[in-house]
């Protein structure tokens, strides 16, 4: 403990208490010793970092880096001149990559936050400084199984790069920048992002679209044209979030995003589509119901896509109340008095709903400022006919959104 916090070349008295004394190979544990002190002379140290935290995915420096960590460590999306080296961990040590053979002595270049590279060789080139060398040793999940592998590495292999950080570039901000030369930088940017959501690398495209509208903080439209644009493209990345939110099963969280942008344009139709499609896979039916229909009142031309998930909905609705049916199959045989001590526990069921790709083509909006919301009028359930005071209990317990009831 005392050494650790040592730096290298230090010398430091270190005063042990009884308490403290624990036996170990390199020290005999002596009796009746109140206090042990120990002269140190910290000459050297490489440091080993659990990335993961499970002991699976280890960073070991191998040389000392220029600058301070982490401060001066390449943590956000940037562009990085890399030497590698490939490693199998079979008794041969089999090297099957290396660009000071195999790229003609030129370093290996990419741009973090892209998916360019395994997920593993970039999390730990993030925290090398600049002129580090370091040895990563990967498990296959962090590897190149869930990347396009090379011909020498088997599936499932642990593998071992010794990666030197020649140095990095900084992803540019927009200090300085004018506002036509700031979109055209977040064409870019979202381009990326779509790419990444293509290729169903969801959370890299998610985190592409959330920094350009952290930046969008910062941005300020000159004139009313500035403005729409900057509106569009705001409302457009919120969506692509949504979308994001959605592949990755966080159905809530795309509809506060879908929010973010009806919050501001309530006639957003395909804010609403988005939204809709979230709650349907959220198994809120009526809420996704009165999106669909919204949709259709404001533009005519959305029909035939509302249509289209009012009758996806529909088919959703039909398989949660066959497995109601299944589930409680017998209960209606059973004498009105026995009925009540049928359980509630399992009267909630999720069905996930099909999630929709990002599109950067904007659904045209309404110009209605009235609003007609379609609402059918409730219908009494066959379980409400049965045990009408049932919704009161249901109710009572937060359970009156139930779909069966």
Known sequence: MGMGTMSRGEKAVIYVAKEYLTQCPLIPFAEGIAEIHFEVELIHFVQVRDVLGDGRLMKRR????????????PLHDSLLHVHYKGILLNEEKTVFYDTRVDNNGQPFEFRS??????????MCTRLMLPGEIAL????????????????????????????????????????????????????????????????????????????????FNHVNPQDDEEGKEFSDTRNLLHLNVAACWLKIREF?????????????????????????????????????????????TIDKSSEATAKAALLKLKKEEQEIHRRARQQFKGLFDKKPGEIAEAGVSDLQEQVPGESHNVDDRNVADGEKERLLEATAPPRASLWSRI??????????????????L
């Open 62 to 73: 191998v040389r000392d880096g220029r600058g301070e960590f982490p401060m001066d460590c």
């Open 136 to 215: 990563v040793t990967c498990p296959p999940d962090y590897a190149y199984d869930k990347f396009p592998r090379p011909a020498e590495v088997p599936q499932g292999a642990y593998v071992q790069w010794e990666i030197e950080l020649l140095d990095y570039e900084k992803q540019k901000d927009w200090t300085g920048f004018n506002f036509r030369e700031i979109m055209d930088d977040v064409e870019k940017i979202k381009g990326t992002g779509n790419r990444l959501f293509k290729e169903g690398k969801y959370e890299l495209a998610k985190a592409k679209y959330e920094h350009v509208l952290r930046e």
């Open 113 to 122: 936050g892209e998916g360019l590279v395994p997920e593993g060789f970039e």
């Open 252 to 296: 809530r969280k795309s509809i506060e995003a879908c929010n973010k942008v009806l919050d501001t344009n309530p006639v957003h139709v395909k804010a609403l589509y988005r939204r809709g499609m979230a709650y349907m896979a959220a198994a809120d039916f009526e809420e996704a119901r009165a999106d669909f229909n919204k949709m259709m």
């Open 387 to 404: 045990w009408p005071s049932g919704r009161r209990l249901f109710s009572s317990l937060g359970l009156d959104r139930c779909t069966i």
